[in-house]
């Protein structure tokens, strides 16, 4: 009888967790540490995050005192060496980072320091949970922001909540990285102290800087307690409570359901939109779909920028009013884009449609790229559209949310890559890889990709399922490929040449249904079956809608879903008084010498300058040679634009 009733309560406990999992997304990523890369585009970028902007950002947190905090947390001494009270993340998001990377890259000297930094972590962590250093160093005297008690600050300033959040992200990573629990179980005592409380009867304050609901997602992921997906879904519902437009900084001006538009702390913003994709999915709940489906289409028409960016305004590091996308004083955060690239990538999962990995993409080869150097160990924290030569990438921040960012963000990036629903396959990204999949729980396919994309339009997928199987192979057609760089009339190509997308099955040309702007080849597969798609490499104009003041009568290059601007460095003139016609001739080309080895744009433009007497404008032809935007500012400060005058009349001796 006895085993009788452990066998029962195994049960119910294994009843329970399926009971918790019952919902989520229908469209579900293919986790990055099951998807092996061989890209050359990426393999660099990955391999330079795992042996440069780790290293380096873990040397930086010891060297900046963030180390320390944790140390003088744990026995109650000395001072908060840093500047903020969320540095607490920085070390977190670098574990985070870690964790990802030694998943896939086992390195033991790491996992011991990475061990040795959570035991300094948990020394810090007070006994109910609580973890927080700019408070526990001295409570009499708590740093900063944090308040005179615990969370009375949180709603605006304290982070304590985003603390958590990050907290709980980087022991999910690592668990599941390193099956060890020494970090989980730090973050499941805070994450208990947070159900104990805040709560239904309990406090009830919107978290200042959301990501804590995404956290609090992931434990219940991996544990299946209800209580951490009740208590995002509490934090998602507390803003809101008082109609309050000054709360708009804090995304708290009404409640979540009710918000249509992005407005804003960007970072935030993103953040919680991820959270309430997440939220939704597990419980289905159709309000968050309707806000976050209208937020997303106020960005994407409105605020979104050409480099893929959000966040216009540097005051506030917040989104401006529609149309309102400045060039020279564009915000555009390092952290807004990665956290653009999680809200997007949730949207697919949501919706299964293909437009969301295209803004995904666009700020992935864009803006996300060019915030880190090709050495990995220079950052920028805003990503403006041009620059005057005194903007430059640092080594580190006295706010780094970003640098520690990027190094999450870019163990990760072959999450993103493919995705399944049932008997379908999604590619969503063409990146050199290769993975294996289960169809209906039982067969295994392995589906592999080559191309040089993104200089190249040729992609071949092989298909290998270990017997005949049928499946439906969705291959995302690129919104530029069909000559529309984003999905809204925000941005569009001038003079858009007829689009030519051609896909072959083992050599013979097939004509593929469209859904949901993926091609889709349904069929019973075979080994060795090679498909390849060939996707429209044009070098394309853009222009920018009438109500985009910055940029009228200007235009950007582009090609495939690369960015490309003009930067002072190898051009020799001043980029401020080129003009690009719409007439002039451009072509592609490679250069393996410079920037690591890249592709430029080439055309001849018109150079304007004052002539002697300063009365009249001299024009005369200049070859010119723009470079991919994600990697300007590797070679010193330069001044640098995207976007260039097509006529005279349009022409201002000015860099916006």
Same mark, same amino acid.
């Given at each position: 009888m006895k085993k009788l009733k452990i066998y029962l309560l195994l049960g119910n406990i294994c009843m329970l967790y399926a009971n918790a999992q019952t919902l989520d997304y229908p469209f579900q990523g293919i986790p990055f540490n099951q998807v092996k890369l061989t890209d050359n585009f990426w393999m660099q970028r990955v391999e330079t995050n795992r042996t440069a902007t780790i290293p380096a950002s873990f040397e930086k947190c010891e060297q900046t005192g963030r180390v320390q905090n944790f140390i003088n947390a744990a026995n109650h001494t000395g001072k908060f060496m840093t500047t903020f009270t969320f540095d607490d993340t920085d070390l977190y998001k670098i574990i985070e980072g870690a964790s990802y990377s030694m998943s896939v890259y086992p390195d033991p000297k790491l996992d011991h320091y990475v061990d040795s930094l959570i035991t300094i972590i948990g020394k810090a962590q007070e006994p109910d949970g609580y973890l927080y250093t700019a408070r526990t160093i001295n409570p009499q005297k708590p740093f900063g922001w944090a308040g005179k008690e615990r969370w009375?600050? +949180?709603s605006n300033m304290s982070h +304590?909540?985003? &603390?958590?959040?990050? @907290?709980? !992200? %980087? $022991?999910? %990573?690592?668990? @599941? %990285?390193t099956g060890k629990r020494n970090f989980l179980n730090i973050a499941l005592k805070n994450a208990d102290l947070l159900c104990q409380v805040f709560g239904p009867g309990k406090r009830n304050d919107a978290p200042g800087h959301e990501i804590v +609901?995404?956290? *609090?997602?992931? *434990?219940?992921?991996?544990?299946? +307690? =209800?209580k951490y997906l009740n208590l995002a879904k509490f934090f998602l519902d507390c803003r809101g409570k008082k109609l309050d437009k000054n709360r708009s900084y804090w995304q708290d001006q009404e409640p979540v359901v009710d918000q249509r538009e992005a407005v804003g702390h960007a970072v935030r913003a993103a953040y919680l939109y991820s959270g309430m994709a997440d939220v939704a999915a597990l419980t289905g709940n159709k309000e968050y779909l309707t806000a976050i489906d209208s937020i997303w289409e106020n960005v994407v028409s409105k =605020?979104?920028?050409i480099n893929g960016g959000i966040g216009a305004r540097s005051d506030g590091e917040r989104f401006g009013n529609n149309y309102e996308l400045p060039n020279k004083s564009a915000y555009n955060e390092t952290c807004a884009a990665i956290a653009n690239v999680y809200w997007n990538f949730r949207m697919f999962e949501l919706h299964g449609q293909s437009k969301y990995i295209d803004v995904l993409e666009r700020s992935l080869y864009? &803006?996300?790229? $060019?915030?880190?150097?090709l050495d990995g160990k220079q950052f920028f924290y805003p990503n403006p559209l041009a620059a005057d030569g005194s903007y430059v990438r640092q080594p580190w921040f006295d706010c780094s949310c970003c640098p520690t960012n990027l190094c999450r963000f870019m163990s990760s990036v072959t999450g993103y890559i493919y995705a399944q629903k049932g008997n379908q396959i999604f590619v969503n990204l063409y990146i050199g890889s290769s993975t294996s999949l289960k169809i209906n729980g039982k067969q295994n396919v392995q589906l592999s990709q080559k191309s040089n994309y993104p200089w190249d339009g040729s992609i071949n997928l092989i298909i290998a399922p270990r017997q005949k199987t049928k499946f439906a192979l969705h291959l995302r057609i690129p919104g530029w490929a069909n000559n529309q760089p984003v999905p809204s009339n925000l941005y569009s190509y001038l003079n858009p040449p007829k689009t030519n997308i051609v896909i072959? *099955? &083992?050599n013979k040309k097939i004509q593929a249904s469209i859904v949901d702007g993926y091609a889709v080849i349904d069929r019973e597969w075979r080994k060795g079956d090679l498909v390849n798609l060939q996707l429209p490499m044009n070098i394309q104009r853009v222009? $920018? &809608? !009438? =109500?985009? =003041? $910055?940029?009228?009568n200007l235009v950007a290059l582009e090609r495939g879903p690369v960015l490309f601007c003009i930067e002072e460095t190898e051009n020799k003139l001043n980029v401020n008084q080129l003009i690009l016609p719409d007439s002039a001739k451009l072509s592609f080309k490679s250069f393996p010498e410079i920037l690591n080895g890249t592709y430029c744009i080439q055309g001849q433009g018109n150079y304007i300058e004052p002539s002697a007497d300063n009365v009249h404008l001299n024009n005369q032809n200049k070859t010119f040679t723009a470079i991919p935007y994600a990697v300007w500012d590797n070679r010193g400060g330069t001044a640098m634009r995207v976007? @260039?005058?097509?006529?005279?009349?349009?022409?201002?001796l000015s860099e916006e």
């Open positions: 009375v600050n +949180e +304590e909540l985003y &603390n958590s959040g990050h @907290l709980f !992200e %980087a $022991a999910s %990573a690592h668990y @599941l %990285a +609901e995404m956290g *609090l997602v992931r *434990l219940y992921r991996i544990t299946g +307690e =209800k =605020k979104y920028y864009n &803006n996300v790229l $060019a915030s880190v150097s072959t *099955l &083992n222009i $920018a &809608n !009438e =109500k985009v =003041k $910055a940029d009228r976007w @260039l005058p097509r006529t005279v009349s349009s022409f201002k």
